[in-house]
């Protein structure tokens, strides 16, 4: 089974600030590679898949990066509406595996 | 748009079974995969099952295989998910979601608003 590492567990920042989230395979994943958004009490939400692809209708200021075993979550200017949890999830083979989420909380 | 809309959770006793259902609509269900995910009280996201556009492919994850069943009507654009032999372990909000891709599987898109499964004595 992959193992994905998240870090930080939780990142305090301002809005308007820059974050960068990062998650760690424990074998290469290729590209496989997809974020997620959770809010409390919502269904997640794909933000980015083949670790870089923004998926329909999400903002520009997020931005992935990276292939094999590390990867980065960038937002680049954080809107009230970013602080949630988000997760990294590989698809690189069975079974489907998420990381153990970032919270991306107002400082 | 696309919806999926899950159904069947409540309070069931350790040992006991419990159905839940996803309704889809909004896309052409008979050419996706389905996934549940669920998240368990205080924790992560958690991979539980997923099932082929045309259930000829099934895998669960291993803390449930031989307790879970999936299955699809692609008729009724349902999918479902038969928990048998449940624990408390197994207490969580389940979620159904659609494969992003036509073809190959493995990310999820869209999710329902899930459905909440308490083991409970």
């Known amino acids: 089974e992959i193992v994905l590492t998240q870090s930080p567990d939780t990142l305090s920042l301002s809005p308007g600030e820059r974050a960068t989230l990062s998650c760690r395979a424990s074998?290469?994943?290729?590209?496989?590679l997809a974020w997620y958004q959770h809010k409390y009490g919502q269904a997640p939400r794909l933000l980015i898949y083949d670790a870089s692809n923004r998926a329909t209708g999400i903002p520009a200021r997020f931005s992935g990066s990276g292939s094999g075993t590390d990867f980065t979550l960038t937002i680049s200017s954080l809107d009230p509406e970013d602080f949630a949890v988000y997760y990294c999830?590989?698809?690189?083979?069975?079974?489907?595996?998420f990381g153990g989420g970032t919270k991306v909380e107002i400082k | 748009q696309v919806q999926l809309v899950e159904s069947g959770g409540g309070v069931v006793q350790p040992g006991g079974s419990l159905r839940l259902s996803c309704a889809a609509s909004g896309f052409m269900f008979s050419s996706y995969g389905m996934n549940w995910v669920r998240q368990a009280p205080g924790k992560g996201l958690e991979w539980v099952s997923f099932i082929r556009y045309d259930g000829s492919t099934i895998y669960y994850a291993k803390s449930v295989k031989g307790r879970f069943t999936i299955s699809r009507d692609n008729s009724k654009n349902t999918v479902d998910l038969q928990m048998n032999s449940l624990t408390t372990e197994d207490t969580a909000v389940y979620y159904c979601?659609?494969?992003?891709?036509?073809?190959?599987?493995?990310?999820?898109?869209?999710w329902g608003q899930g459905t909440l499964v308490t083991v409970s004595s």
């Open positions: 979601a659609k494969d992003l891709y036509t073809s190959g599987w493995g990310f999820f898109d869209p």
């Open positions: 074998q290469g994943v290729s590209t496989y």
């Open positions: 999830q590989q698809r690189s083979s069975w079974p489907l595996t």
